[in-house]
């Protein structure tokens, strides 16, 4: 055994990390802590304890910040107050192959349901590929783990990238205490048999192989274990949420993420919200806001939400001249080609409705494609409706966050198939994600509500949205391996 490497009590395991680059004023690239309830949650629910964090993407502003750097080389390891993390360098093929090609056009199309099963894919040698590349990855942070954990320390497995990663460590670890958590939804066993049948034993015998599984939503967790029921010929206990798997009892609990309001309010108060904010205001006037903030991603579903916008225009002409839509849609999966057909029919939409409506005085709709994010919490601050209408998705936070900044207490237009509509839904306006006509009656509805009607509704949707906040959320995964 190495005796240099320091050993952990805490991992965790994450394909994007908690780290973000810059370059310093003498040229040279720094590390920096990056945003987000998982990190702020991570940091204060591992204090005073070693931790570990293993994780392998750089996102495209990272790299472009070491490429502009003086050497263009990127230190991989950092210390972030006691957090320590590694950031594996895995050969970039095998990276894209495992992270392009797999996680994201493969198991993401498949938990979110977004084939258009007549052109789904063969499942061919191509894949074949790119699925021992998936596996090689996976493997690559087993390594990483396996020398960098305490005995008997806990490793929380985080998503669809890593699935294969639990069983990987209980092979050779069998002391390690492990969880999975997935942060997308789960599809059933008629969608998921899409997918080949080693595949699917893979995928499912490789997060069994957790002492325990975490998801969003009950929807999910069922849905994962009728999966296990069917394809594994597992005994499932769907009452108590087990699954009993080669000689082992695995426990399946739901944690329903919460939005991190201390962290979020904080940076709402700094000054370049204000500055956005200022600016927004002066580009919309006293008009009511209509928000959106989404990456653009198919399962968002942003042309739908623009084809409601357009038919709420079209069927309530009273809202004409008195509402502007900000739709922010921030590039997300570039490399995937679905994603770049899908970017174009939302800025071809955008440009329809802006030739249809707007007026010398009036801008109807402002698209906003670049990523910014001060002016996504200075329209979160601004909103007087927020449309969040997925198709799919694991829980939404953008559903919790805009709650909770509102100023004027927002209405919020939630698809019934976000996740987060199982904690938000007495108090949202729900919609079928795909039916265009009641979405747009659900933003007439929203925009027409009484002040007071809709602040009281704000304000049970922030405790609503606040009630597992991301420390406490991860704790849960920790003390589920107790
Ligand atoms: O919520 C699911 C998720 O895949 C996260 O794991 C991820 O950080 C986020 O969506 C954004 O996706 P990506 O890391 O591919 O940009």
Redesign the pocket.
Request: aromatic share 14%; net charge positive; charged share 25%.
């Given at each position: 055994m190495n005796e240099q490497v320091d050993k952990a009590q805490i991992l965790v395991a994450?394909?994007?990390g908690p780290v973000s680059f810059s370059i310093g004023a003498d040229g040279s690239l720094g590390h920096r802590r990056g945003g987000?309830g998982l990190v702020s949650g991570l940091s204060s629910a591992a204090e005073g304890t070693d931790t570990l964090w293993v994780c392998a993407?750089l996102?495209d502003a990272d790299r472009k910040a070491a490429a502009e750097s003086g050497d263009g080389r990127i230190d991989r390891v950092a210390d972030l107050g006691g957090m320590r993390v590694t950031m594996l360098d895995i050969p970039q093929d095998v990276f894209d192959n495992a992270?392009t090609g797999i996680?994201?056009s493969t198991l993401?199309f498949v938990q979110h349901m977004l084939y258009d099963t007549p052109n789904a894919p063969d499942f061919g040698a191509g894949f074949r590929t790119r699925w021992a590349d998936y596996r090689a990855y996976n493997a690559a942070f087993a390594e990483a783990l396996l020398t960098g954990s305490d005995e008997g320390a806990k490793v929380a497995v985080?998503?669809?990238?890593l699935a294969l990663l639990p069983r990987m460590l209980r092979g050779r670890r069998p002391d390690l205490r492990i969880a999975h958590f997935s942060?997308?939804p789960w599809a059933p066993p008629e969608y998921f048999r899409l997918l080949p049948a080693d595949i699917r034993r893979e995928l499912l015998e490789g997060m069994l192989g957790a002492d325990h599984l975490g998801f969003l939503s009950p929807r999910w967790a069922d849905a994962f274990l009728r999966c296990c029921a069917e394809f594994l010929r597992a005994t499932v206990d769907p009452v108590r949420r087990t699954v009993e798997y080669g000689g082992r009892i695995i426990g399946v609990e739901v944690h329903a993420l919460g939005a991190d309001a201390d962290g979020l309010r904080e940076r709402a108060a700094a000054g370049d919200v204000a500055e956005r904010a200022a600016a927004l205001r002066e580009r919309v006037g006293d008009r009511r806001l209509i928000v959106r903030v989404d990456?653009t991603?198919l399962s968002k579903n942003i042309v739908r939400g623009l084809e409601a916008y357009r038919e709420l225009l079209r069927s309530r002409p009273e809202w004409r001249g008195e509402v502007t839509h900000l739709a922010f849609a921030y590039p997300?999966?570039t490399d995937v080609p679905e994603y770049l057909a899908y970017t174009e029919r939302v800025r071809r939409l955008a440009e329809e409705i802006t030739e249809e409506f707007a007026t010398p005085e009036w801008t109807p709709l402002v698209l906003e494609v670049n990523d910014d994010f001060p002016r996504s919490l200075a329209a979160y601050r601004m909103a007087d409706v927020l449309l969040v209408n997925p198709i799919r998705d694991?829980?939404n936070l953008v559903a919790k966050e805009g709650p909770v900044l509102s100023e004027r207490g927002c209405a919020l237009v939630l698809s019934t198939e976000a996740g987060a509509a199982d904690e938000l839904g007495a108090d949202a306006l729900l919609v079928n994600p795909y039916d265009v006509v009641e979405t747009a009656e659900a933003l007439h509805t929203a925009l027409s509500m009484p002040a007071e009607e809709r602040s009281a509704r704000c304000e049970r949707l922030v405790e609503a949205a606040t009630a597992l906040p991301p420390a406490r959320w991860f704790r849960r995964q920790l003390d589920a391996l107790r």
């Open positions: 994450s394909n994007r987000g993407a996102s992270y996680a994201n993401w985080q998503d669809y990238h942060h997308t990456r991603e997300s999966r694991g829980m």
